[in-house]
């Protein structure tokens, strides 16, 4: 069973990062090609030679490694020199004799910047495209008119300390008008210890708060303890508890607990745990039809924390409507979209540098590995999704002043443009060994971040978990 596992895992892993790679490395490939740069190898995957084919000067191969890939170009800058994300690497020594118009050390500045460019380019061109093409297809969208509604707060978090109380509605965030939970949910877990201006609507009369997210340890994101006016319902019930007796089912949409209306899936435990054990009067509708029914908590300690409960867990019901969009309205959408997660992520990264956020929530190959898997057994949509999130990361990582990195050796080519001259080897040679210190060391730190996960599991980059939850 682990076996098995374990080798679902690593193929969709495989197939995941396997198209971003082919399409990272076909950019530097093309980009070559277009100014007739000779590319001596491209290889899926590192180390020995498996097997491929020879077409004009170019060895097509598969290579031992599959995580990752590279394209060897004539003339490259000696020494180790990667080029593309930290899985994909180009560059052996240079060429020795007579200079070699097709060597890509002897091209223009401005041709050598657009071959390291295409390659988070077209990581970048397919975040959009998959999300466009995926929303031909299938989109879905959550409707909910009232606007961005506060449901529940949670006791001493940021937004209760700033006297925001459930029924509140958000109107203005950090100067955004109106905006929805969606925009809600990425400003606060990119604003981990800085603070928001916040205006809200309450009885008619506006009211301006300052509301300062904190770093929530576990996640590795800012959180500030708002969720939004959601309905909910019962998502199961437990053998031997008072919900089952009392008749409650799997899909029942509660109305209210003792005449307090539910609109978070922690209002009804609270009053719960409250009650003392008790009788509790819930309100609920079943295929259209309002019921009530009384029941009594009982004392259990199913995980070390006693405390009263009915037996019935809840989740929300979200009112989303599924339609496919037209090409210009996908395109347009998934740009949109695209436009929001490379927010969230420079955000994010920024928060780290300013020791705001934690990288306690960079995920590496096991952690991509099991967020593929289980992607991929939700359908194609979430895999999809996954993907465009995980290749515009790639993108936006790969574009990182890091020497080892694209957007390092980009970085290099402009000073020398400004300076009118190249650096000298040994300069060059010294940011490539730190680079690749760097990057050996993100990569056992990202590693170590997915071990640790297995035990204390925390969320993607991606905001999509917490934006449904909070919503």
């Not at 008790?278 to 908590?297: A, C, H, L, S, W």
């Amino acid at each position: 069973m682990v076996i098995s596992s374990f080798l679902l895992n690593v193929w969709w892993l495989l197939v995941l990062v396997g198209v971003m790679i082919l399409i990272h490395e076909l950019g530097h490939f093309w980009a070559a090609r277009a100014f007739d740069v000779k590319v001596e190898v491209f290889s899926f995957g590192f180390g020995p030679r498996l097997f491929g084919f020879r077409r004009g000067e170019t060895d097509y191969r598969f290579s031992l490694l599959l995580f990752g890939g590279y394209v060897k170009m004539a003339g490259e800058q000696p020494g180790e020199n990667f080029v593309g994300s930290p899985l994909t690497r180009t560059g052996e020594d240079a060429s020795q004799g007579a200079p070699d118009p097709r060597a890509m050390s002897n091209k223009p500045r401005w041709q050598r910047l657009i071959i390291l460019a295409a390659g988070p380019l077209m990581n970048v061109v397919l975040a959009i495209a998959v999300l466009t093409g995926l929303f031909m297809f299938s989109y879905e969208k959550v409707l909910n008119d009232g606007g961005a509604v506060v449901g529940h707060v949670v006791p001493a978090s940021p937004a209760a300390i700033a006297g925001i109380r459930a029924g509140d509605k958000i109107v203005r965030l950090d100067g955004q008008e109106n905006p929805d939970w969606e925009d809600i949910v990425t400003k606060e877990i990119e604003s981990a210890r800085r603070p928001l201006a916040v205006t809200i609507e309450r009885d008619g009369h506006l009211l301006p708060v300052t509301v300062t997210p904190v770093l929530d340890e576990k996640e590795g994101l800012g959180s500030a303890g708002w969720e939004g006016q959601n309905q909910v319902q019962v998502n199961s019930v437990s053998a031997g508890y008072p919900a089952i007796a009392a008749g409650l089912k799997k899909g029942d949409l509660l109305v209210r607990v003792n005449n307090l209306p539910i609109h978070s899936i922690h209002t009804l435990p609270e009053v719960i745990r409250k009650s003392d054990g008790k009788p509790v009067t819930i309100e609920y509708i079943r295929n259209g039809t309002d019921r009530t029914v009384t029941m009594q908590p009982i004392f259990r300690n199913p995980d070390g924390t006693g405390r009263w409960m009915i037996g019935a867990y809840f989740d929300i019901k979200l009112n989303i409507q599924k339609t496919r969009l037209s090409f210009p309205d996908a395109l347009h959408e998934s740009l949109v979209q695209n436009g929001k997660n490379a927010s969230l992520i420079v955000e994010f990264l920024r928060g780290i540098v300013e020791r705001r956020m934690s990288a306690k929530n960079l995920s590496g190959p096991i952690g991509i590995a099991q967020y593929a898997t289980e992607a991929a057994q939700e359908g194609p949509g979430p895999f999809l999704l996954l993907m465009s999130v995980v290749s515009l990361n790639l993108a936006i990582v790969n574009l990182l002043p890091i020497p080892i990195l694209d957007g390092g050796a980009i970085l290099t080519l402009l000073i020398e443009t400004v300076m009118g001259r190249d650096l000298s080897l040994n300069v060059k040679e010294a940011m490539l060994k730190v680079g690749f210190v760097f990057l050996m060391m993100l990569m056992v730190f990202v590693i170590y971040n997915d071990i640790a996960k297995r035990f204390t599991p925390g969320l993607l980059l991606s905001p999509g978990a917490d934006m449904v939850r909070k919503r």
